[in-house]
């Protein structure tokens, strides 16, 4: 399945008495008929390994970047379609409940900008 392509937020949203509808939480996004929530693992074939990215919602995956284009490494938030690089991603393990993918969301998040990733000793 390649994501990215028909994309659409899910969210619990309320509906004020003039009619306004307000998204009051984002908790997935539909693809071609499937749901991605936040803090799933999303996995991408490349040239000898397979990369991994953790979904963070609005079509927006955190990953780490190879030494090849910065030599220090480098974690960043890029889209899927940048994620993916016409390659075909296959949704991994998902989040067990919102309140853990959300974790997952910030526990990421808080790692962006980083340049000292060590593949074999963290884990994003």
């Known amino acids: 399945m390649v994501l990215g ?9 309320t509906v004020s008495r003039d009619g306004a509808v307000h998204a009051d939480r984002v908790i997935g996004t539909l693809d071609s008929g499937y749901c991605v929530a936040p803090g799933t693992q999303l996995i991408v ?3 000898g390994y397979r990369h991994h990215g953790i979904y963070v ?18 974690i960043e938030e890029v889209s899927i379609v940048e994620f993916s690089r ?7 393990r998902p989040p067990d409940g919102a309140s853990r993918g959300q ?4 526990r990421a998040r808080s790692r962006l900008g980083e340049r ?7 884990q994003l």
């Open 86 to 92: 016409g390659s075909a991603v296959r949704v991994g």
């Open 103 to 106: 974790n997952i969301v910030l």
């Open 5 to 13: 392509k028909h994309m659409a937020q899910l969210a619990e949203a």
């Open 45 to 47: 074939r490349r040239t």
């Open 57 to 74: 919602g609005y079509g927006r995956v955190i990953h780490y970047v190879r030494r090849t284009r910065y030599p220090e490494g480098l």
């Open 116 to 122: 000292r990733y060590d593949v074999v000793r963290k």
